[in-house]
C-alpha cells in the first residue's frame, strides 16, 4: 500500500506561482510512475503530467505546455508540479497519482492516488 500526501495548494492571483509536493509513503517510490491530474467543479478529472520513474522522461497536457513542470526527488519519496503564470481556469482540486507504466498512466491506469489539494487563482 501506498499512501500520497499532497501539500502546497493555497490561493493566488493570476500570473502567480505554486508549487505542489506529493510525500509517498512507500521506499519503493522509484518504482512508480507518477502523475499530477486536476478537476475543476463541475469537470472531469484532466490529466496534467507524469514522469518517469527515474526523472528523465516527462509528459505534460498541451494546454499546459510551458508553463506546469513536473519533477521528482526518489531521494526524498516527493514528487513536485510547479505552475507558473496561473490563470483564473487552473482553479481545480489536484490529485497526485501513482503507477506502473508512464504510457497509461495518463488515461488514468492507476494504483494509487492521493487526496488533493485546492489550487484557487483568483484576484
Known amino acids: 500500500q501506498v499512501q500520497l500526501v499532497e501539500s502546497g495548494g493555497g490561493l493566488v492571483q493570476p500570473g502567480g506561482s505554486l508549487k505542489l509536493s506529493c510525500a509517498a509513503s512507500?521506499?519503493?517510490?522509484?518504482?512508480?510512475?507518477m502523475a499530477w491530474f486536476r478537476q475543476a467543479p463541475g469537470k472531469a478529472r484532466e490529466f496534467v503530467a507524469s514522469i518517469s520513474r527515474n526523472g528523465f522522461t516527462t509528459i505534460y497536457a498541451d494546454s499546459l505546455k510551458g508553463r506546469f513542470t513536473i519533477s521528482r526527488d526518489n531521494a526524498k519519496n516527493t514528487v513536485y508540479l510547479q505552475m507558473n503564470s496561473l490563470k483564473p481556469e487552473d482553479t481545480a482540486v489536484y490529485s497526485c497519482?501513482?503507477?506502473?507504466?508512464?504510457?497509461?498512466?495518463?488515461?488514468?491506469?492507476?494504483?494509487?492516488w492521493g487526496q488533493g489539494t485546492q489550487v484557487t487563482v483568483s484576484s
Open positions: 512507500a521506499r519503493t517510490f522509484s518504482t512508480y510512475t
Open positions: 497519482a501513482a503507477g506502473t507504466s508512464l504510457s497509461t498512466i495518463q488515461i488514468g491506469v492507476i494504483d494509487y
